[in-house]
């Protein structure tokens, strides 16, 4: 079992991952993993778990929100006559 570090937060990992998707907020789809993945090893690797976990788990409510506002949009502009 890795040591905890001090920096170790929820609200850390809650943070990066919501600052990361703000920065790729212009891009659809999975290719916001590409910099939530390696701030997820990062973060591990450090020792920092719950950070860790919480950049996964915002990252993919991320991945949510995308999909369904892209579905919305999609769908209503299908829908102009």
Known sequence: MTPTS?????????????????????????????????????????????TAKAVLITGFVGVLLNATCAALILRNLGNMH
């Open 6 to 50: 001090q920096n170790d937060s929820i609200g850390r990992g809650v943070f990066f991952a919501v600052s990361w998707q703000i920065v790729m907020c212009t891009i659809w789809g999975l290719v916001q993993w590409a910099a939530l993945v390696p701030l997820y090893r990062s973060q591990k690797k450090k020792g920092c778990r719950l």
